[in-house]
């Protein structure tokens, strides 16, 4: 075993519920969900919804009558609010620790290698400074490898005890610690694989860790490999500091309702692009190709069902908002059916270069300049909140927007949206 590495796993509990529960103490102890894009499932529980049985991604629909009798607080998903508070989490961590891999939203690692400290203190620590300047209760797993921390994660979710915190770091009962842990939960083993490995009698962490090396590879890939070599407590997998850059950026939406009218898509398609070209333009890329697609339900056996989607590859890649939007229109216009109830769209980049490293052409020295006007909006859109300043092609239509029922206020990121006290 490789005990000279040493990694944690900093886990925010109920992420989304834990972000409503900070600006309305009020829900403390009450059973509260999360739901996602147009309040449909269930992505985020309080541990009293959990108690209820109410499982993760059942349909809120599903589950109304324990909603109705058991007073279930729901909030749609306000993921602006979210971003934010995941942003001072993840700013807390990296004054930490030396080297920090944001895993997600609500999800780091860390590498403590070579650190001379007491773990267990250390962590106890940052959960206490994490949860006094953001409200966010987080876990925290150690161990020898960033399988085994993630191991340690859930054991430190599971029993109160150990009070959110729990390292494996010199534990010298590992084997009975992986016993106990069911093959679904072993990181980097989804549903459809724990499922077969099940079926091959291999049902907790222990015994997937003992299996042949050729058999893991031909059944779980050589990713699998490195998964179990991991749970034998050796690295494989170090902390990714630097972000590779993304493949595509996709913005897509169910639509709050099925549309019929080219214009009311072409409203959506607008959002969807500048939206998915903002993203790209934060993270210093430019696009060389854009993808639409349009689909009906099909779940409606009352209507016909209609797919499809196309591509255009520009001329020159570029991050600038009016030059992509005016491209997925063209796009849009040419895949739209009339007669067809759509019920979802979407919006595609790729091809990604990073800004200023784009393949030469004649048009470089004039596009150039571009950039300087959607840097300027995005600054106003992210002083005075998101949709400020809008492309007009967008209008200001509801036909189309998300149910957002229960959505709650961008406490942190819009002026007027601050609590008053």
């Not at 940052?126 to 209760?137: E, H, M, N, S, V």
């Not at 150690?142 to 993630?150: A, C, D, F, Q, V």
């Not at 393949?359 to 106003?380: G, H, R, S, V």
Request: net charge positive; aromatic share 8%; with cysteine.
């Amino acid at each position: 075993m490789n005990d000279n590495k040493v990694f944690a796993l900093i886990d925010c509990n109920a992420f989304y519920v834990s972000c409503e529960r900070v600006f309305n103490p009020k829900l403390n102890h009450r059973p509260v969900v999360a739901l996602s894009n147009n309040d449909g499932c269930i992505i985020a529980r309080s541990k009293e919804a959990k108690a209820l049985g109410i499982k993760m991604g059942v349909p809120l629909f599903k589950v109304k009558d324990i909603v109705e009798k058991e007073k279930v607080i729901v909030f749609s998903s306000n993921y602006t609010l979210y971003a934010d508070m995941s942003r001072r989490v993840m700013n807390i961590i990296s004054e930490f620790a030396p080297s920090i891999e944001v895993y997600s939203i609500d999800e780091a690692f860390i590498d403590l290698t070579g650190i001379k400290l007491n773990y267990e203190d250390y962590a106890k620590s940052l959960r206490a400074t994490i949860l006094k300047y953001t409200g966010i209760p987080v876990s925290i797993g150690i161990g020898s490898t960033k399988t085994l921390s993630k191991v340690a994660n859930h054991i430190a979710k599971d029993d109160e005890k150990l009070a959110g915190v729990c390292s494996l770091i010199n534990f010298k009962d590992i084997d009975n610690v992986l016993e106990k842990t069911e093959v679904g939960e072993v990181w980097g083993v989804g549903r459809r694989l724990s499922e077969k490995l099940i079926r091959q009698g291999i049902n907790n962490a222990k015994l997937l860790k003992y299996c042949d090396d050729r058999w893991i590879r031909k059944m779980m890939s050589i990713n699998g490999l490195k998964t179990v070599t991991e749970l034998r407590g050796t690295s494989c997998l170090p902390i990714q500091e630097i972000s590779v850059t993304r493949k595509s950026c996709c913005t897509t939406r169910t639509f709050g309702r099925p549309l019929l009218d080219l214009k009311d898509i072409e409203q959506a398609t607008a959002t969807f692009a500048r939206r998915a070209t903002e993203r790209i333009r934060s993270e210093g890329l430019v696009a060389s190709s854009i993808s639409v697609f349009l689909r009906t339900s099909p779940f409606d056996r009352g209507n016909r069902y209609y797919s499809n989607s196309s591509s255009i590859t520009l001329s020159y890649p570029t991050c600038d908002t009016i030059c992509i939007i005016n491209n997925a229109l063209i796009i849009v216009r040419k895949i739209f059916k009339q007669g067809y109830k759509y019920k979802k769209g979407g919006v595609l980049l790729s091809g990604f270069h990073n800004q200023g490293e784009e393949p030469p052409n004649l048009f470089t020295n004039t596009q150039k300049e571009l950039p300087k006007l959607m840097l300027t909006i995005d600054n106003i859109n992210q002083r005075y909140g998101s949709d400020t300043i809008q492309i007009a092609s967008e209008c200001h239509t509801t036909k189309w927007k998300q149910k957002r029922k229960n959505c709650t206020q961008s406490y942190t990121t819009q002026i007027d949206k601050l609590l008053l006290v």
